[in-house]
């Protein structure tokens, strides 16, 4: 759009200058005037491919509209051609992308699902459901570090949504890693301070790891909503002895 007014400007400058113009050097003139019409050919051109493009943008979205009904349906296959041809036509639609690797998930494709919402990733760096996708579709791979990857950066552009976090530490678990493991879990907790079953996960973990100041913490969080829980006060006696 930028570049048509661009062409705009420059041809209303020249005709500005034709008309201005005092010279009697007819060449001059002429070559303002093949110029202009260069220009307009220009315009007309760009205009003729915004045309075509706003039109395939209908017409896509028209057959995004007929996959998720097919999806909802639960005629995958036939939502995965629908995909598969606005992707040949337009190899950066993020939506179709989106709808295929959701499909591939669903059908347990799970190699092919994280080649697409790598994809996803890629034009659209800033969708927070490509990297929750891909971590899940790492997770059903046994790549585990590769879902760390994904679900690390999923709650960093959003970190609001208190599952991920959880995904992350079921992540850090199947890796090893207690440390990150922990740090997810009172992630979680922080957002939803009164789940029972966060609490009692993170204090468990902190206690297999050592951790005593993060199992301590996570069992007095439990003890202050359930005053009665006879197995938080045990765990939590036989860290302070």
Do not use: C, W
């Not at 995004?64 to 639960?74: F, M, P, Q, R, S």
């Not at 996803?120 to 059903?140: C, H, I, K, R, Y």
């Not at 206690?207 to 829980?229: F, G, Q, R, T, V």
């Amino acid at each position: 759009m930028i570049g048509y007014i661009f062409l705009v400007i420059v041809a209303m400058y020249l005709v500005y200058l034709a008309t201005k113009s005092k010279s009697s050097d007819v060449e001059i003139i002429l070559g303002q005037k093949k110029e202009i019409k260069a220009i307009g050919e220009r315009i007309q051109e760009v205009l003729d491919a915004e045309k075509t493009e706003k039109k395939a943008e209908r017409e896509h979205k028209s057959v995004i509209t007929e996959a998720k009904k097919l999806v909802g349906d639960k005629r995958l296959k036939q939502a995965e051609k629908k995909y598969l041809s606005i992707i040949k036509n337009d190899h950066k639609n993020v939506k179709a992308y989106q709808g295929l690797g959701e499909i591939y998930l669903e059908q347990k494709e799970y190699e092919g699902a994280a080649e697409v919402f790598q994809k996803v990733s890629e034009l659209d760096p800033t969708n927070d459901m490509a990297f929750t996708n891909q971590g899940m579709a790492f997770m059903q791979l046994g790549k585990y570090e590769e879902a760390i990857h994904a679900y690390e950066h999923a709650v960093a552009l959003d970190g609001k949504v208190p599952h991920r976090y959880i995904n992350l530490a079921l992540a850090a678990e199947k890796a090893g890693d207690s440390k990150k493991q922990i740090s997810a879990l009172e992630h979680a907790v922080t957002l939803e301070p009164e789940k029972m079953e966060y609490l009692e996960v993170l204090a468990n973990t902190a206690i297999a790891a050592e951790d005593n100041s993060a199992a301590k913490d996570a069992l007095n969080k439990i003890i202050a909503i359930d005053p009665d829980n006879l197995e938080a006060h045990r765990k939590l006696a036989r860290l302070e002895k």
